[in-house]
């Protein structure tokens, strides 16, 4: 690029009083666009080999600028003009003048969605799309199994949320969340990497095998507990109800009481523990999460886990429960839609009266609940996280421009499976009614993407198909990448799309899943 050009630029820039939609240079990318005072910042978008080359401009006096790292540098008179890459330092540069480009706390926001960019590119189509829609974006959501599967740190998941937020323009608040994060060791990971938010994932700590014991085994081991608990647990829920709003009541049997206790009970022991050692002192937004267990969390087990807390003075910022149904990846809602709703109202009652929003885990697609959800949780707020699923929106891109390629990566990710045993469980997985890759063509590949079993298929198969070498060379990833980025706009228009249909439910703009299907869909064929 052209220095002097690009002072030009600058000078139109400070020149034109706000309204840039005439600016001479169609390189300069417009919402980036940022001025304090005579300083001026902008990211440049050169088109090469068809694809975008992204750089930092910044016009700033000589005697700030040195924080930033130049590749190029141009002086004019007491300013200074210097092209930098979308870099750590710079990013940091920035950050410390424009407040607004860096991940805060969900705190004061009503309504909040996770949206997991797994490859790092797709946050500047969420953020046009999020403008204006009054939900905050949770743009940087990766699990600790998303980093490894994806050889991503937290640091690079941030660092490219973050340079989309200034790219942008996005000055409404966005978050970063350390999520599913388990032990002491990745929470302070998270934390000391920059992310606003952590979610606590209780799993580990959460006794499932208590839900098989007889009553009998059952009764034996709760009075088998310390005889001051064994009262104080007994005194405080045994058949006692409580009503926690118009509609909603939570009563305690005895066998309520025993599973709540032995079932849930360490893990609020465990929130409490990274609660002092992390959240307080850093100031973090907490989730907590329940959702990836075997055992669903009853409006009882709820209940006791909120007012445990609430006694130990903790009041996460969300939570998430494993609700009635099956969240399963990547694909709709499994259950009974009914008393999935019954359900709901309890659980939204139990997180309104101790002063928290729900949390939905594995968000992607559910759309025949997202109409109920919304509607339930309008005054108090929700926070939805979708599962990674723009994922497959870019292998939608393959699809389409390359379904040869799509043929190879199903049957690949068909035969490798049990690659990904050990970190998710679905469906697809187990009952062997995924397509067959014999019966997959060129011409029929697309319909994989709407297929559910092979879309958990391909959902939780990334990391295999991403890494996978031959001669110390990656089989697919410089390929899939090219094409990506070849093929932005396209990548962009489905990630809208996939987006949107949950938004227009959760904000009541639409009723039915047919109904954002049919006003989304026929634009991504
Ligand atoms: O694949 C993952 O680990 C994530 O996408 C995960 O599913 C996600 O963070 C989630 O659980 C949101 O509910």
Redesign the pocket.
């Known amino acids: 690029m052209e220095l002097k050009q690009l002072v030009t630029d600058v000078h139109e820039i400070l020149t034109v009083s706000g309204d840039y939609s005439k600016l001479t240079d169609s390189e300069v990318y417009i919402p980036s666009i940022q001025v304090d005072r005579t300083n001026v910042y902008f990211i440049l978008h050169e088109r090469q080999d068809n694809q975008v080359v992204k750089s930092l401009v910044v016009y700033e006096d000589r005697g700030t600028i040195q924080d930033f790292d130049g590749q190029e540098t141009l002086e004019d008179a007491n300013k200074v003009l210097l092209v930098g890459m979308l870099n750590e330092q710079n990013w940091h540069a920035l950050t410390k003048r424009f407040t607004w480009v860096k991940p805060t706390s969900r705190h004061g926001y009503k309504y909040t969605f996770?949206l997991?960019d797994?490859l790092g590119n797709a946050s500047n189509a969420h953020l046009r799309l999020f403008k204006g829609r009054g939900i905050m974006p949770v743009l940087s959501?990766?699990?600790?199994?998303?980093l490894l599967?994806t050889n991503r740190t937290f640091t690079d998941v941030i660092l490219d949320a973050g340079w989309s937020v200034f790219e942008e323009g996005y000055t409404d608040g966005w978050a970063a969340?350390g999520?599913?994060v388990k032990n002491p060791h990745e929470v302070d990971y998270a934390v000391k990497t920059g992310c606003s938010m952590i979610?606590l994932?209780c799993t580990e700590k959460i006794h499932n095998e208590i839900a098989d014991l007889t009553d009998d085994e059952l009764d034996a081991q709760f009075n088998a507990l310390d005889e001051d608990l064994v009262t104080y647990f007994n005194k405080t829920y045994l058949d006692k109800e409580f009503q926690i709003s118009d509609q909603a009541a939570v009563h305690f049997s005895k066998k309520d009481v025993e599973q709540s206790v032995l079932i849930f009970f360490g893990a609020v022991e465990y929130a409490e523990f990274i609660y002092h050692k992390f959240v307080v002192p850093f100031n973090l937004d907490f989730e907590i999460?329940m959702?990836?267990t075997i055992v669903p969390t009853t409006p009882a087990n709820h209940y006791f886990f909120a007012n445990e807390l609430q006694r130990k003075g903790i009041t996460p910022e969300t939570l998430?429960p494993k609700f009635y149904g099956e969240?399963q990846?990547a694909i709709d809602y499994i259950g009974d839609v009914d008393r999935f709703e019954r359900e709901y109202v309890i659980h939204e009652a139990i997180a309104e009266h101790f002063g928290y929003k729900l949390?939905?885990?594995?968000?992607?697609d559910k759309l025949s609940v997202y109409e109920i959800i919304g509607r339930l949780s309008k005054e108090h707020g929700w926070h939805v996280?979708?599962?990674?699923?723009n994922w497959l929106e870019a292998l939608r891109v393959i699809a389409h421009v390359d379904p040869k390629l799509m043929v190879e990566l199903y049957q690949f990710a068909y035969d490798n499976l049990d690659d990904v045993a050990a970190?998710?469980v679905f469906n697809a997985q187990t009952d062997g009614t995924a397509p067959k890759p014999e019966t997959i063509t060129v011409d029929n590949v697309m319909t994989l993407l709407n297929d559910d079993d092979a879309r958990q298929v391909l959902?939780?198969m990334?990391g295999s198909i991403l890494n996978l070498q031959k001669s110390y060379r990656y089989v697919y990833r410089d390929r899939f990448f090219k094409i990506l980025k070849e093929n932005q706009d396209l990548y962009d228009k489905y990630l809208n799309a996939h987006i949107a249909e949950h938004l227009d439910l959760l904000q009541g703009l639409a009723q039915t899943k047919a109904e954002v299907q049919a006003k989304y869909e026929p634009t991504i064929q």
């Open positions: 996770g997991g797994r959501q990766q699990s600790i199994r998303e599967l969340d999520d599913h979610t994932d999460s959702d990836e998430a969240f990846k949390s939905i885990h594995s968000g992607s996280k979708t599962a990674g699923t970190f998710y959902h939780t990334y």
